[in-house]
């Protein structure tokens, strides 16, 4: 039996795990997926790169281009729409929440590609990158030590097996996660909230939607609920229909059942069409007590589950994905301490709280306001807020003002504050219109005022201390701010300055001059990267910290699981 080394397994190639590996894979980091069904996606079960998470993971050249390409006509191009049926009564249009003036929250444009488009782009980029995808294989016999993750692969196409020893295994296995389950991390919130039968069908959509791009239907129909989507086929469209399951089951959705549910939710008895697929599917909302356990990781569904009425769900998991990435990068190659890796249950288990919150919130009204008692329905963070304006709250951020207590701010108001999301302001480089996010992304960035320069030359010499690239600009002197607001929006003084980290979060900030810059700089660089302030290494990469021992016994052995 081979023994491979990998620096990170991951366990799951679906939107989650994919996106880990890309970003992983151009971050320099080795990567091994292992994915047990034999391909990506056939269908588009969930849609879209919502614009946030397209910030994250644009920085990866080509991966844009080849978006739009396997989706044309997807960008910023959708009509979302409540009625009793397609071509029924309309109860309210244009609700999606996320829309607004191009560029007004986001310098990236929201893509609408269906789920089976995005995993092929992420897997394409993923191994062009260098990353090690293998589709019809599970993962088995898992064991954990202070040293590292170990597991069986089987494939099941030849019968091989391998064995696996991994630095770090991010658990990106589904809502039914086996490594969650194995290592018996509870979940709690509303639990199911519905069963659903998704039906894939063709007919002349075009005729009967009569515009492009992407439309969803949410129906609130006197016999039944649900949504119409369609996908990159004009003429395929998908519908989910929820049933009781107490009265109903998925046998009960022959061939003929499904035809007249979809003719239903068109509002056309008489409807031409084909059924090309239909599943079942539960809908649940429920969290992850914790996401983190010793070198062990949960992302996407496994450390989260939410109805995806409002385009969150997904989003939510990719960003878990870009988070880990760029902090396991920094921990791997050395340029950060261990502990860095304890932020990321910090920052991201609270935006899964919420953003689940939210999503209930738009299911109880797209599709059920007759259900009552669904938390999150008053919940005053709003779509915009959730999904460009959450809150990071951990060690590595260092906070300059007192904590208001809220998740979320008004991105169309930012305050610049640590924790928080860097303002998007356009600005020009080289005569070249840009955004503030458009600069972040690598590693970290330094933006200060126009009289700035004690920071910025702090920042080459910390940088150089430190063997962390950081790219520096002045606002003013570097950067044109043709419309005088980027130093308002980042919350600095011509004299100021604003830490950004990889991911695009304001991890720190100094409002104004400091005589110390120098020394101020590395201490907060010291503390953001956990670094050990009296050398300039990092600590020995991988190796959890001493927090890690009051709540971890090694080994941990998890049983099979696929």
């Not at 151009?26 to 047990?36: A, D, F, K, Y």
């Not at 294989?137 to 954990?144: E, G, K, L, P, R």
Request: glycine share 8%.
């Amino acid at each position: 039996m081979q023994t491979i080394r990998v620096p990170v397994l991951v366990v799951g190639g679906g939107l989650t795990g994919l996106t880990a590996a890309m970003l992983l894979a151009w971050r320099g980091v080795s990567t091994l997926v292992v994915e047990r069904h034999p391909s990506t996606a056939r269908w588009p079960l969930v849609r879209g790169v919502h614009s946030r998470t397209l910030e994250l993971l644009r920085v990866v050249p080509g991966f844009e281009d080849d978006l739009r390409a396997s989706s044309p006509r997807s960008f910023d191009d959708y009509h979302v729409t409540i009625a009793e049926s397609v071509t029924g009564r309309v109860i309210a249009a244009n609700v999606h929440r996320h829309r607004g003036a191009k560029g007004t929250y986001s310098p990236a444009p929201m893509s609408n590609a269906g789920q089976d488009c995005i995993e092929l782009v992420l897997l394409r980029q993923a191994r062009r990158l260098g990353a090690d995808v293998r589709f019809s294989t599970v993962a088995t016999d898992f064991t954990q030590d202070a040293d590292g993750v170990y597991a069986t692969l089987h494939d099941l196409n030849s019968g091989a097996k391998n064995r696996v020893y991994a630095d770090y295994l991010i658990a990106a296995d589904g809502g039914r996660s086996g490594v969650r389950e194995s290592l018996e991390i509870g979940l709690h919130g509303l639990g199911t909230l519905s069963h659903l039968m998704l039906i894939f069908f063709e007919a002349n959509l075009q005729h009967i939607l009569g515009r492009p791009g992407f439309v969803a239907y949410y129906l609130q129909n006197p016999m039944f609920s649900g949504a119409l989507l369609s996908t990159d086929d004009p003429n395929v469209g998908k519908i989910g229909v929820e049933y009781d399951a107490s009265h109903e089951s998925v046998e009960d959705y022959t061939n003929e059942r499904c035809v007249e549910m979809v003719r239903a939710a068109m509002g056309i008895p008489d409807l031409p069409l084909k059924v090309l697929d239909a599943r079942s599917w539960v809908m649940s909302a429920r969290v992850a007590d914790r996401m983190q356990v010793g070198r062990i990781f949960l992302a996407g569904d496994s450390a989260h589950e939410m109805p995806p009425t409002g385009g969150l769900d997904s989003q939510a998991a990719m960003q878990d994905a870009a988070d880990l990435a760029w902090k396991l990068a920094m921990v791997l190659q050395h340029k950060a301490g261990p502990r860095l890796l304890e932020t990321y249950e910090a920052e991201r288990h609270p935006v899964a709280e919420v953003t689940t919150a939210r999503q209930v919130a738009n299911y109880k009204e797209y599709l059920r306001p007759d259900r009552g008692g669904l938390y999150g329905t008053d919940m005053a963070a709003d779509d915009v807020q959730v999904a460009f304006g959450y809150r990071y709250r951990s060690a590595a951020i260092l906070a300059d003002t007192s904590d208001d207590g809220q998740p979320t701010e008004d991105p169309l108001h930012p305050t610049g504050r640590p924790g928080f999301r860097l303002p998007h302001v356009w600005l020009e480089w080289d005569g070249v219109r840009v955004s503030t996010l458009d600069l972040a992304g690598d590693e970290f960035v330094l933006f200060a005022g126009p009289k700035g320069d004690a920071w910025t030359e702090a920042a080459s010499a910390a940088s150089s201390a430190l063997g962390v690239t950081m790219e520096c600009y002045r606002i003013g002197v570097d950067l044109v701010d043709r419309d005088a607001a980027a130093l308002a929006r980042l919350g600095i003084t011509e004299h100021g300055a604003s830490l950004v980290r990889p991911d695009g979060f304001v991890a720190w900030r100094s409002r104004d001059d400091d005589a110390n810059a120098a020394d101020t700089l590395m201490d907060v660089l010291h503390r953001v990267l956990f670094r050990n302030p009296n050398s300039c290494e990092a600590s020995k990469p991988g190796a959890p910290s001493s927090h890690d021992g009051d709540n971890l016994t090694f080994p941990v052995v998890i049983p099979s699981f696929a």
